[in-house]
């Protein structure tokens, strides 16, 4: 048996907890008896604690009387993390149990209390797209990875926001007994067959400006409506009538990314779209939004995503 241990804490997303967890649950229909997971809970408060839902949540040992030895470690997110104070005893129950657990990650936002026990330096990490910048300021060892619902960097796994530990759960099933068993899951908890890790998170990846009369919205719109056609400094100025130079710094200080950077995931986001809902060929696609060939396509695909447009586009077909 596999031993799966989540730590819970008060205003905990309770989503965070249940989605992952029945995931292994599941998974223990499918596997032989003494081949599957033996899910554990740990509680870092008095009981009952409440979740971010108002849930009161129990659990099965204390910090002081938790296993050391896991499998499987999972921190769960909750609202309140990113803005929230360091919980010491968590941290430094962590700190003593990761080196002794097979795997560990987070949840969504729960990546803030890995990052507190100094776990994310160094490590490529993903958490939920609206809380990745205040990830990589808190923590700027960290390598964050805003566009992913999963990421893999050794023995850490973090995920993206709320269904994406699910995605994650399911990766780790699919690792210990193969991807029939995992697919078994997804069907028989009605989501879809296990999203790629490097499928870009389901968000509004680019974000709209406050004002909309400012030359960061006025770019935006201009950008996506012309998503095909190429874009240089000098040419996306001229649209609000700025010199290069000034565009490229007024841009980039209310945008917090660079013009270029913007039109790229522009192009993604588009690309995306299209592989997500249409038919059209691959080459189309690359062709509609602007990448030029589908060779370029894959090459971005395969750096930002970590998957193919190819794979991207298969994670949502149907299974027979």
């Known amino acids: 048996m596999r031993r799966v241990a989540i730590v819970l804490f008060p205003h905990v997303q309770s989503l965070d907890v249940a989605g992952p967890l029945d995931v292994f649950a599941e998974a223990n229909r499918f596997v032989a008896e003494d081949d599957g997971y033996q899910i554990t809970t740990i509680g870092a408060a008095p009981y009952p604690m409440l979740a971010s839902n108002g849930m009161p949540l129990g ?103 709320v269904t994406a530990g699910i995605d994650m759960a399911l990766a780790l099933v699919s690792e210990d007994h193969g991807p029939a068993i995992a697919l078994a899951v997804a069907k028989r908890l009605l989501v879809v067959a296990q999203r790629q890790g490097g499928q870009s998170q389901f968000s509004p990846y680019l974000t709209a400006s406050v004002d909309d009369d400012s030359p960061v919205a006025k770019i935006q719109r201009y950008v996506m409506e012309h998503i095909g056609e190429p874009f240089s400094v000098e040419r996306l100025a001229e649209v609000v009538a700025m ?71 298969d994670s949502f077909r149907k299974e027979g």
């Open 59 to 161: 659990a099965k040992y204390t910090l002081e009387t938790a296993p050391k030895h896991v499998d499987i470690l999972l921190v769960p997110g909750g609202p309140r993390l990113p803005e929230g104070n360091e919980m010491p005893n968590i941290t430094a129950w962590l700190r003593e149990a990761t080196p002794l657990a097979g795997r560990y990650g987070s949840i969504c936002t729960g990546a803030f209390i890995l990052g507190h026990a100094g776990l994310l330096d160094g490590k490529q990490v993903a958490t939920h797209w609206s809380h990745a910048q205040q990830l990589a300021d808190l923590f700027p060892h960290a390598k964050v990875e805003a566009d992913r619902i999963y990421v893999r960097d050794g023995l850490l796994m973090t995920s993206a926001g």
């Open 243 to 313: 010199s290069p130079r000034s565009f490229a710094r007024v841009f980039a200080r209310d945008a917090k990314v660079t013009p270029a950077e913007f039109v790229q995931r522009a192009r993604i986001d588009a690309a995306r779209r299209l592989l997500e809902g249409s038919e059209k060929a691959i080459k189309a696609v690359a062709y509609h939004c602007g990448f030029g060939s589908a060779a370029r396509m894959r090459v971005i695909f395969s750096q930002r995503l970590g998957v193919t447009p190819t794979q991207y586009r």
